[in-house]
């Protein structure tokens, strides 16, 4: 059946306003500042018009000429003002459909579609933005028959239905409750992140910024006590955490997980309702991550490592299925969402004592460097080297204490693999079925092979690239245990 090429809806041209805004802001910039040193105001206000005048030209046409077209065994995609493109996917490359609804497009029954495919490419291939919310069934209808069609030449009536009939089946449902979203923004470490982006930024325009500035805030500075400036970080810290819980709040709002039809579907978000849906074929591992106030209040978030060919977004961070669960709970909720995996047969173990001692003995290396230049730097201010070395030494060993204590790598069952490991302060278990172990890499130096220790390195398809799990400094028995494992 040939359909007929469909338009966006009239919605679309904020969302096309948005990107040209983005593409013209250095132009735009750069025309407004040549605007104002100009000391001819009608000249000014006419270049402020022409700018204004071609974003929006700009916008209506990209609107006009974008027109996608749904066949019975591809989607077609034509876009581009001056060059014009066209864009095939077939519904067999199509690996994984998201939606996003922002407020705005909820009175009318819109969202938008992100489509990725088997291709490598920092975004989805297909993005039709505002559209009705009834297309993705539409497309899902579609790829159904298409997989019929390349598995068997009968005709099956259930494929006839409509899409609403075919995924009657409510399956396993999870829905987050308030104060499981709230105990999960508040021991999030998100608002490091956002520290280090402002750093980043700093280190960007730092060149342009005033030596003056420098000198007036250096002086302003001397004249306030140290207890004043430490308020003031302090300060700027809560403000950090404070935006960081609001922004997961908003994020992760009626978070819902539901499997159906061998696929995950997570739905969130308060003004952007982000629906992701996941075949289950797509993952590779099911990942519990525990950061240090997480371990300590005995609480777990669930997260899917999956293939995807966007190197962007949810995939490149892995896609959580659990925000937050009781650590006690965790084997309940993965026999219920993934029954395959033998989460009742990982035995608890004791750390070696032997990589005790290789992870402190690394902490001590780096500790010795950072603290003899720190004396050696500021031995003239006693009370500040002392507080230094004080952090030197909690920053260095700290790490070192949990990957010690938290790693470990053993086969439970002839499918799954479970490894045990600390990345910074995080504590990590990872069950990677056989099947998805793309390769494995034992690492071994001349000095520990006399004291019978090695290291493991196993890889797993992670979005687009891979995601390389290691494990340090175990019993070499228990490595080539996973190495005779994976060879047979």
């Known amino acids: 059946m040939i359909s007929k090429p469909r338009h966006l809806h009239i919605a679309a041209l904020l969302f096309f306003l948005f990107d040209t805004i983005k593409q013209m802001v250095i132009p ?144 396993n449902t999870y829905t987050i409750s308030w104060r499981d979203l709230v105990k999960f923004a508040l021991t999030s470490p998100a ?12 280190g960007k325009i730092q060149n342009g910024i005033s030596q003056t500035l420098y000198k007036n805030i250096a002086q302003q500075a001397s004249h306030i006590g140290v207890l004043i400036i430490i308020g003031i970080l302090v300060a700027i810290l809560l403000v950090f955490y404070i935006g960081s819980v609001i922004a997961l709040i908003i994020q992760y709002y009626h978070f819902k997980l539901t499997e159906k039809d061998g696929q995950f579907i997570t739905e969130r978000g308060l003004l952007r309702t982000r629906k992701t849906t996941i075949k289950m074929d797509r993952v590779q591992a099911v990942m519990l991550k525990q950061p240090l106030l997480r371990s300590f209040l005995k609480i777990v978030t669930v997260q899917l490592v999956i293939i995807s060919n966007s190197k962007k977004g949810d995939s490149e961070k892995d896609i959580i299925v659990m925000p937050v669960i009781a650590q006690r709970d965790v084997n309940k909720f993965l026999k219920q969402f993934f029954p395959k995996i033998p989460a009742e047969q990982v035995s608890a173990f004791s750390p070696d004592h032997r990589t005790f001692f290789y992870d402190l003995r690394n902490a001590t290396y780096f500790a010795l460097v950072t603290v003899v230049l720190t004396i050696g730097f500021l031995h003239s201010i006693t009370w500040l ?70 290291s493991l390195n196993v890889n797993v398809r992670s979005g687009a690239t891979q995601k390389k799990i290691k494990v340090n400094y175990q019993n070499d028995s228990d490595i080539e245990q996973i190495v005779n494992w994976y060879k047979h």
């Open 191 to 202: 608002f490091l992140t956002g520290i280090v982006v402002v750093l980043a930024a700093y």
């Open 385 to 454: 080297w002392v507080t230094l070395v004080i952090a030197e030494l909690l920053f260095w060993y700290t790490p070192a204490y949990f990957s010690a204590k938290r790693s470990k790598v053993e086969v439970v069952t002839d499918d799954f693999l479970v490894i045990r490991n600390n990345k910074v302060l995080t504590n990590q278990v990872f069950f990677i079925p056989r099947s998805s172990v793309q390769f494995i890499e034992k690492r071994q130096s001349i000095w520990l092979k006399h004291k019978d220790m090695s």
């Open 28 to 171: 735009f910039a750069a025309g407004l500042f040549g605007a104002t040193s100009s000391d001819d105001d009608v000249l000014m206000i006419w270049i402020v018009v022409v700018l204004v005048l071609f974003i929006i030209a700009i916008t209506v046409l990209k609107f006009i000429f974008f027109t996608y077209q749904i066949l019975d065994d591809e989607i077609i995609v034509k876009y581009g003002v001056f060059v014009k493109k066209v864009n095939h996917v077939p519904y067999e490359r199509i690996q994984n459909i998201t939606t996003n609804q922002w407020f705005f497009l909820k009175p009318f029954n819109l969202e938008e579609l992100e489509i990725e495919t088997a291709g490598h490419s920092d975004k989805p291939e297909v993005q039709l933005k505002a559209v009705p919310i009834t297309l993705k069934d539409e497309i899902n209808h579609h790829r159904r028959n298409e997989s019929v069609k390349l598995k068997t030449s009968e005709v099956n009536e259930n494929v006839q239905e409509k899409p609403d009939k075919i995924t009657e089946n409510i399956g």
